[in-house]
């Protein structure tokens, strides 16, 4: 086991964390939570960095890097949507968590095909990916109606656009080769 994978492992221990956290009834467990995520956006970057400057990826760490990565924001949006109880934060949550799954699933049909690399991870993906961590922090640290807060949903709302964008590229990339196994 190297650190770039324990990094992504620890991200997945998070995730409970980040639960038990967020309903603690305290008035610290918000701030507490949001900084539990902010140390998880940093071990998903940090771990890839790693990675490839040490040249430790690894099948595993390429298979559960997106993993991780996935239900901790499907976790943390999930959150969210309980305590804004709203539409308009409902909306893009699951814009971006039907993306994941779609995008998901596409990897996988894209992997059996052998060409998964028709749908690796581009800089709209990457700016998508950038955005939903601020955002989700935002949302997670400062409480609905708090100005910052708003800036979060805002936030939410350009990474949705960027997730619908990047979906759409990939499903464009990946068009020629579904379309002969149909």
Do not use: C
């Amino acid at each position: 086991m190297n650190i770039p994978n324990l990094l992504t492992l620890a991200r997945i221990i998070f995730i409970p964390l980040l639960v038990v956290f967020f309903y603690l009834p305290f008035s610290w467990s918000m701030p507490l939570a949001a900084a539990l995520f902010a140390l998880a956006s940093v071990t998903d970057w940090l771990d890839g960095f790693l990675a490839r400057r040490w040249d430790q990826s690894t099948p595993f760490g390429a298979f559960l890097d997106p993993v991780a990565d996935k239900l901790m924001v499907a976790v943390a949006l999930a959150l969210l949507i309980e305590r804004y109880d709203a539409i308009w934060l409902t909306l893009p949550a699951l814009v971006i968590i039907g993306r994941e799954i779609v995008i998901s699933a596409l990897r996988e049909w894209m992997a059996e095909m052998g060409k998964r690399g028709t749908v690796a991870v581009s800089w709209i993906g990457k700016l998508k990916t950038t955005l939903q961590m601020v955002a989700l922090l935002l949302l997670l640290a400062f409480s609905p109606g708090a100005p910052i807060a708003v800036l979060g949903v805002v936030t939410l709302y350009f990474s949705a656009l960027l997730t619908l964008w990047s979906m759409v590229q990939y499903l464009r990339a990946a068009w020629p080769h579904l379309a002969r196994s149909m």
